[in-house]
DNA sequence: ACCTGAACACCGTTCAAGT
DNA sequence: ACCTGAACACCGTTCAAGT
C-alpha cells in the first residue's frame, strides 16, 4: 500500500509537531530561553529539519502568536453564539473570555501583542487571523449598536475603546504587574466584570435604563 | 592630583554607559538581537566587563525597563504638578503622557510590561520604581475622590480600571496593532482624549454635571 | 578595584550530501 | 521530498591572569 500523502517520514505533521514542542517549551523557559534545536530534539528531529516547515525562527514564533489570535478569534464567534439576541451578554462575555485566555496562556499573549516578533514584516497568515480576532469584538460592538445598546459613536471607537480596556486588564494580569490585588481565578473575573461594568455605564446610552 | 572616585578609569560611569549603549541597541534591533556583547563593543569595553556591573543580561534588561518606569513615574508626577487645584485635568494629562510615552519607547514600553523579563525575581529597585509610577496614578484618582469626581468605589479599583484602559491602548499602539487607525500623533492624542473621555463619564459621579 | 583574553557550552543558519 | 552532519559566525557566562 502507498504512503498517504501527508502522512509521510516521522509524524505525518512535523509543523505541528514542531508547534506543540515550542508551546511546551515557551512555557517551561519563557521566550528568551526558547531555542529552535531544542524544539527540533523535543519533536525528534535534526535541529535542521525545522527549516523545511519554517523559513526561520521568527517564523515558528508566529506561527505559535497565530494559535493564541485563534483562540481569541474563536471565542469571539463563540460568544456570539452563546447569546445571539443578547448584544450585551456578548460584550460582557467576551470581555471575560479574552481576560482568562491571557491569563491562561500569558507567554502567548505576550508573544502576540509585546514587541518580540516586531512591528511589521508579519506573515500574512497571523494578520489574517489577528483580524478575525478583531472581527468578532467588532460584530459584537456592532450587533449592540444596532440595539442602540450604545451612544451615538461610530463603531469603530467604540470597539477601540473596548478593545483597549479588556486589553490592558489582560497585559497586566498577564504580565504579573497586578499580583498584589489580584490573586486567583475569581479575582481575574472580578476585575474583568469591574472593567466591564464602568466601561457599560460609560458608553451606554444615556436612555437606556441600568444594565440589569 | 589624585583621581576621584567614580571618575576612575575608562568613562566614569561605565554602568550608566553601558545602559545607554543597550538601550539604542534595543531600538536599532529589537529585544531579540540586542546583544551583551554588543553593547560592551558600543561602550568601548571587553564583553566581560560588564559581568563588573549587572549579574547577567537579565540585570541590564531590568535596568532599562526601570528607566521606563522612572521615566513614567516622573510625567505622572509632573501632571500633578502642573494642575494641583484640577483633579480631573490630572487625568486626561496622565492619560495622554503615559500613551505618549508608549509611543515615543515601544521597546522599552514592551520590556516593562512583556514577558521577556519573566514574572518573578525581579530586581527591588525596579519593583520600586514600578510602585512609584502606579503610586502616581493613585494620588491622581485620590484627588479626584477627594473632590467628588467619582463614583462611590474605592481608589484601588478606580485606579486599576483606568490603568487598564490607558495602558491597553498604549500597548496595542506601541505594537503596532492600530496601524490602520492611529497613524500619526494626531491619531495617538485623539485615541487616548476618546478613551478617557468614555472611562470618565463611566467613572464620574451621577451627580456633577458634564465635564465642561 | 577594574578590566582582559582564553575557554566552554550553546545558539541560528547554511550547505553539500544522503535516502 | 525530506532529513542529516559538518561547518560558520555568534552568543552568555566563567575564570585565571594582569594592572
Redesign the interface.
Known amino acids: 500500500m502507498p504512503k498517504k500523502s501527508k502522512d509521510s517520514y516521522h509524524h505525518g505533521d512535523l509543523r505541528q509537531a514542531l508547534i506543540d514542542a515550542a508551546i511546551v517549551l515557551l512555557r517551561e523557559r ?3 530561553d526558547l531555542s529552535l534545536r531544542e524544539v527540533a530534539k523535543r519533536a525528534g528531529v535534526s535541529h535542521t529539519a525545522p527549516y523545511r516547515h519554517f523559513n526561520d525562527k521568527h517564523a515558528l514564533l508566529c506561527a505559535i502568536a497565530a494559535v493564541g489570535f485563534k483562540r481569541l478569534a474563536d471565542a469571539m464567534q463563540q460568544c456570539i453564539a452563546q447569546d445571539p439576541q443578547n448584544p450585551l451578554k456578548q460584550l460582557q462575555a467576551s470581555g471575560l473570555a479574552y481576560v482568562r485566555l491571557a491569563v491562561q496562556y ?2 502567548i ?3 502576540m ?4 516578533l ?3 514584516n508579519l506573515p500574512a497568515d497571523l494578520i489574517e487571523v ?1 483580524d478575525a480576532a478583531f472581527g468578532g469584538l467588532l460584530q459584537i460592538i456592532d450587533n449592540g449598536k444596532q440595539a442602540g445598546l450604545y451612544q451615538d459613536e461610530d463603531t ?2 467604540l470597539a ?2 473596548v ?10 494580569i ?5 499580583q498584589d ?1 489580584v490573586k486567583n481565578q475569581d479575582d481575574v473575573d472580578c ?1 474583568a466584570e ?2 466591564t461594568r ?6 451606554k446610552s444615556d436612555k437606556l435604563g441600568a444594565p440589569e
Request: no cysteine; proline share 2%; net charge negative.
Open positions: 519563557g521566550i528568551n500569558p507567554d499573549t505576550h508573544l501583542f509585546g514587541g518580540a516586531g512591528y511589521e489577528s469603530m471607537s477601540l475603546v478593545w483597549s480596556s479588556v486589553h490592558g486588564l489582560s497585559m497586566l498577564s504580565a504579573g504587574k497586578l490585588h476585575m469591574l472593567v464602568f466601561l457599560l455605564s460609560g458608553i
